[in-house]
């Protein structure tokens, strides 16, 4: 709920105008902000840069804590593969243990089901292209060249939206399909930046899926969780990665599987978020 969540804010803060830059506006580019316009000059610049810097440094200072919670629970590359995969599994079959649980247990129609989900993973880049270009282009020039202007009569803007949407698309569908978490392991800068944080933050404070009984014998090792992560942990293991691009994303995933699995015993998670310093 908190990745769909933070999803849909990023998607609507330019539709409602709450943060956005106009490049095509008629006294030149301007940043609009809660509503207002201002132009893109120096001081307004700052304002816009200063706040981010300040966001940057409070994600830092959670991670420092908490974690890679951001790449888990915030990122919005992150929250798309993972709709991306709840999604495909529901269509056909994926790795989401979760999601594939509920449409087994599920009392909907599986084929309307199924149909939904497929609407969504088509309809869902398009949604996203367009976000993406509403942080730039005015929302009402991009409505109007989407749904008001004729195709092939909505001049410049209509050829360059479409454009932009045939590539987000293509690019989603690979980013979904294929390259999924990698990107996170070997691109993301900022992903490098928040590892090199937590390896320098006092292993006994910061977050982590801890396994709650003595020993792993209690769990029969199904071997779920393992599976469930996209960086290849165990997340049962004392002694967890956290740093570096292969380090635990505190995403969650291996908890919500056990949930998953334990759940069909009557039984709660094996798993649990906790700090070092509280364990007995
Ligand atoms: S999913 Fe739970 S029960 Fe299965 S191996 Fe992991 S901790 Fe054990
Ligand atoms: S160990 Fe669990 S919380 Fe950490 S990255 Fe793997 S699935 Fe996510």
Redesign the pocket.
Known sequence: MTQVCLLLLWILLPWLNIVRIEIQGGRGPSIIYLGQSYPMDFPYVLGLIIPFVILIWCIALLTYYKGRVFC?WACPYGSCVELFEGLSTAVWKGSNRRVAAWMRRSSFHKWGLRLSAGLTLALAPVILALSIAAYLVAPRQIIHAVFAAAWGRGGMIQTTLLAWVALTVLISWLAGFAVKFHFCRMVCIYGMGQAMVVSAAPSNQIL??RFLPASTDACGACQA?LK????D???RAKQ?VLGFSTG????????D?CTTVQGHKGESSL?SFSAASQET
Do not use: Q
Not at 248 to 254: E, I, K, S
């Open positions: 888990g982590r899926p969780c469930a992560c996209f960086v942990l165990d997340p967890l635990c994303f505190n995403c969650g995933d291996c908890i599987t798993l």
